[in-house]
């Protein structure tokens, strides 16, 4: 499984921006997905979670109300829907899918908020 992120970038506090995932190979074989994020000099955290089909959500408390989180299974994407973006929220926002077969991870895109 292939996972790219895109839609990161660079937004005064109180904008919005939305990320996408789109994943490739064997995407039969994934589960639930998630979005994470990592800010310079601080471990990875969970941002949202989705099951697999969609119909489950979770999200961090410091996102909630702001962020929403979605997928089309038919086109293999899930995406991030930001609002009300804080300068706390600039990270690099990481797309992850549990498979039957492990985790996989994107390569990780970029949201910087200006105050």
């Known amino acids: 499984v292939q996972l790219v992120e895109s839609g990161g970038g660079l937004v005064q506090a109180g904008g919005s921006l939305r990320l996408s995932c789109v994943a490739s190979?064997?995407?039969?074989?994934?589960?639930?997905m998630a979005w994470y994020r990592q800010a310079p000099g601080k471990q990875r955290e969970l941002v949202a979670g989705?099951?697999?089909?969609?119909?489950?959500?979770s999200y961090d408390d410091s996102v909630k109300g702001r962020f929403t989180i979605s997928r089309d299974n038919a086109q293999n994407t899930m995406y991030l829907q930001m609002n009300s973006l804080k300068p706390e929220d600039t990270a690099v926002y990481y797309c992850?899918?549990?498979?039957?077969?492990?985790?996989?991870w994107g390569q990780g895109t970029q949201v910087t908020v200006s105050s």
């Open positions: 190979g064997s995407t039969f074989s994934i589960n639930a």
């Open positions: 992850n899918a549990f498979t039957t077969g492990g985790r996989y």
């Open positions: 989705i099951s697999s089909g969609g119909g489950a959500t």
